[in-house]
């Protein structure tokens, strides 16, 4: 047995009401007895819906979701089976449900005793997060649609609208691939051999100690190892509001994280080491020591991620992040087109990568920050019928990286596909 709330009319109800109250007692003062009939009328017809309407239908519903994940943009909808297990027929049934704070209504159909009937609606995921759905209600109308009743027949429940993944190739690497990938899904990327010495950072292993350069300087030391056998890739997020200031500052951010996971799983599926970060208060995925990241995690991680505005604790120049990790594999920033300085910001900071990629997302809003770009240099990454990425080597940066920096545009979802493809 469902538990319902009082009967209340509705906005025509309220109409009714009003007219009725006002025809009857202007009627009755005046002595016309027509005006005073035609509103006793109308309050005897809302009282008839109410009485209507206040009738406790025996109903028992369930609402799933299908699916509770979904790619951002993806089609995502809810199913509502909806049983009369009285023994009368229920009519003027609605199925009201909220996502996102936007309501979502179907109309049934009469239910007979013991009937069952499913209702289907499609809810939007147009944008990325943990989306409310719900609570589910159902809204019984009287005949004439002059009252109401709101019955709660569901609980809450959370649609998950993660980053949409394009399909692209794996981030270019100067290191041999090996053909099987990691050994384990929790094989140490530091195996093989002997890379430096640097601090340590919380999460390393403690066998990894180097106690003699640990007592030389004062500071806790620690080995770092290199797998030459797999590709490191080190992922720079830009969530800084500022670096999205075009005509659609919250589309840009939403392709920047579409982008960002695009690349992400593309060493993720093959559990090679990756390192995401965002700038904000050094939230990030994978250690100092590049263990390979699960692509579910990678995803339920940006389904979190939000524009910062500057003000929260921690917030800053994701590029600032490099001076915590090792320098190897490939680098690559996602960013929008506000920032004219990163190109070189990210050259200087990135001395020892083998390639470094700065992925801009977003029209184009001006020239690519760095000395202007001969003619004939620019190159394109996706497919020629695209057209929209495009990819420049800078050669004043030669120096301070083994190869020059790539700038990317990316305009459309599906430029994201053509990034770690050579310009030609």
Not at 17 to 39: D, M, N, Q, R, T
Not at 385 to 412: K, L, M, N, Q, Y
Request: charged share 20%; aromatic share 4%.
């Amino acid at each position: 047995m469902t538990r319902t709330a009082a009967p209340r009319p509705t906005p025509a109800g309220w109409s009714v009401l009003a007219v009725s109250v006002l025809l009857f007692g202007g009627g009755w003062a005046a002595g016309h007895p027509e005006p005073a009939a035609l509103g006793l009328t109308g309050l005897v017809l809302v009282g008839v819906a109410l009485a209507d309407a206040s009738s406790a239908p025996r109903l028992t519903a369930e609402r799933r979701l299908n699916p509770a994940r979904v790619a951002r943009g993806d089609p995502a909808g809810g199913v509502v089976g909806v049983t009369n297990e009285g023994r009368r027929p229920c009519r003027g049934l609605i199925v009201e449900d909220h996502c996102d704070g936007a309501a979502v209504s179907v109309r049934l159909p009469v239910l007979a005793p013991g009937a069952t009937v499913t209702a289907r609606y499609v809810l939007p995921t147009a944008r990325r997060g943990r989306i409310p759905v719900g609570p589910l209600h159902l809204v019984r109308r009287d005949l004439f649609g002059l009252a109401h009743r709101t019955i709660p027949i569901g609980a809450a429940a959370t649609l998950l609208v993660q980053p949409r993944v394009t399909r692209t190739q794996l981030p270019p690497s100067g290191r041999e691939h090996h053909l099987e990938g990691p050994t384990s899904d929790t094989a140490d990327t530091g195996t093989t051999t002997f890379h430096a010495l640097r601090d340590y950072t919380q999460g390393d292993d403690l066998r990894r100690v180097h106690w003699r350069a640990t007592a030389r300087t004062g500071r806790l030391m620690v080995r770092q190892m290199a797998d030459v056998s797999l590709p490191v890739t080190t992922l720079l997020l830009d969530c800084r509001a500022a670096s999205y200031q075009g005509r659609s500052p919250d589309a840009d951010f939403e392709l920047a994280v579409d982008v960002a996971a695009s690349l992400g799983s593309a060493a993720a599926v093959h559990n090679f080491p990756l390192r995401l970060r965002t700038g904000t208060g050094g939230a990030g995925l994978g250690g100092a020591s590049g263990r390979g990241v699960d692509a579910a995690a990678l995803l339920a991680f940006l389904t979190d991620v939000r524009l910062s505005d500057g003000s929260d604790a921690g917030a800053a120049d994701p590029i600032g992040e490099l001076r915590r990790e090792s320098a190897q594999g490939v680098l690559a920033l996602v960013t929008g087109h506000a920032d004219p300085t990163a190109g070189r910001r990210l050259a200087a900071a990135a001395r020892d990568y083998e390639h470094v990629v700065v992925v801009r997302v977003g029209a184009r809003q001006g020239s690519a920050d760095g000395p202007p770009t001969p003619t004939g240099a620019t190159a394109k990454a996706s497919d020629p019928a695209s057209g929209a990425v495009r990819a420049a080597a800078f050669d004043a940066a030669r120096g301070a990286a083994r190869e020059p920096v790539r700038h990317i545009t990316v305009e459309t979802p599906a430029d994201v596909a053509g990034i770690w493809r050579p310009p030609r």
